[in-house]
């Protein structure tokens, strides 16, 4: 609104200036140009041009770098094997090697027939003496001798093994009263080798762990596995059990101790 009105406002003066023309006779002189006005608004922007003509190609680029390379194809199949060609002419002969090493030695011929017998030598030194030959047969018994003074009597020997039980004695007469005895059981597990139990292998929580001697018990009874077994299948000794044959591994041994201590009577 504002542009309009400054556009129409110098239309008017120059309306007048070009009135006073007309009017005026005679043209005065032309004053000093008046100061420059301050410079309007900027207009609308106007409509775009139409596009010109397209400019020459410009000049090709440099080539870029090589880019890298691609993962390989699949391998081809194997081409069919062509004909054999001839035969090369033979080389010229090469130097001769080495000489290789010697072989064994070959078997010994057979002895060839005996010379005649040379004449007999002087006798040379005697020789060293050879060495002792070896014990003659000893010769027959002389007669006995006197008979000598006893000596001192030796340390006592080990016991021997036990004997077989003798035959049962006759029938002793009637007891008049029960018998006091004392029932002891040595208790051990067979490990299926050993032959010989002792006191160490006794086991406290189920009886004794001493092995009593034969002498100092009435009667003896052995139970492996829950089976009594025969007298001459075990021996035992003061401490120490001995078996004929190993029973299986963790088969129970039981040796039963029966003492008879006296007669109570009625």
């Known amino acids: ?14 309306y007048r200036k070009k009135k006073l023309k007309t009017c005026c006779s005679s043209q005065g002189k032309r004053g000093p140009q008046g100061k420059r006005g301050r410079q309007g608004p900027e207009g609308a922007q106007g409509k775009r ?16 770098p090589e880019g890298p390379q691609g993962k390989n194809g699949p391998r081809g199949q194997v081409g069919r094997t062509g004909p054999q060609g001839p035969v090369g ?13 010697t072989g064994p030695s070959g078997p010994q011929g057979s002895d060839g027939q005996t010379g005649p017998a040379g004449p007999q030598g ?37 016991d021997g093994q036990t004997g077989p039980a003798g035959p049962q004695g006759p029938a002793g007469p009637p007891i008049q009263g029960p018998i006091a ?3 002891l059981m040595y208790f051990t597990y067979s490990d299926g080798q050993k032959l010989e139990y002792t006191n160490i292998d006794g086991l406290p929580q189920y009886g004794t762990t001493q092995i009593l001697s034969p002498s100092e018990v009435s009667y ?10 025969p007298q001459n299948c075990y021996t035992v000794e003061e401490g120490k059990l001995i078996l004929d044959e190993s029973p299986h591994k963790g088969s129970p041994i039981i040796l039963q101790f029966i003492i008879i201590n006296q007669l109570n009577p009625l």
């Open 1 to 14: 609104m504002k542009m309009k009105c400054e556009f129409s406002s110098l239309k008017k003066i120059r």
């Open 49 to 64: 041009g139409r596009q010109g003509p397209e400019g020459a190609q410009g000049k090709r680029g440099r080539q870029g």
């Open 89 to 101: 002419q033979t080389g010229p002969a090469g130097p001769q090697g080495p000489e290789g090493q």
């Open 122 to 158: 002087s006798d040379g030194q005697t020789g060293p003496a050879g060495p002792q030959g070896s014990e003659g047969q000893t010769g027959p018994a002389g007669p006995q001798g006197p008979e000598g003074q006893t000596g001192p009597a030796g340390p006592q020997g080990s």
């Open 181 to 183: 005895t004392t029932n």
């Open 220 to 229: 003896m009874n052995l139970f492996i596995n829950g089976i009594l077994e």
